[in-house]
């Protein structure tokens, strides 16, 4: 069993930062690939970047690409979400996840094991 608890949002303007923070339970955490998905109002949940097991591999939707990074420190069960140069189409709820395969995970939601409870990300005009 894995739980996730999200933080890190908040309100920024646009071109802002923020990083944000999901610290994970559970003694095999670092068994599983992560990632973070978002979901905007109106909209489908959509998935925003993965990294695997290991941190070996990394892989970002396009309209992040270039501008959020992904990392896991498995020593503190945490996985981060670097935001950088935020849009106002950023603003969702930012959940963080975890998947026992990888190759799943970047492919669909119905991939995760675990989902955070989600923070959510404002981005002002």
């Known amino acids: 069993q894995v739980q996730l608890v999200e933080t890190g949002g908040g309100l920024v303007q646009a071109g802002g930062s923020l990083r944000l923070s999901c610290a994970a339970s559970?003694?095999?955490?670092?068994?599983?690939?992560v990632g973070w998905f978002r979901q905007a109002p109106g909209k489908e949940r959509e998935f925003v970047a993965a990294m695997s097991w290991g941190g070996s591999s990394a892989r970002y939707s396009d309209s992040v690409k270039g501008r959020f990074t992904i990392s896991r420190d498995d020593a503190k069960n945490t996985v981060y979400l670097q935001v950088n140069s935020l849009k106002p189409e950023d603003t969702a709820v930012y959940y963080c996840?975890?998947?026992?395969?990888?190759?799943?995970?970047?492919?669909?939601?119905?991939?995760?094991?675990?989902w955070g409870q989600g923070t959510q990300v404002t981005v002002s005009s």
């Open positions: 559970g003694r095999t955490f670092n068994m599983y690939a």
């Open positions: 996840a975890a998947a026992g395969n990888y190759g799943t995970l970047i492919r669909t939601t119905a991939g995760v094991d675990y």
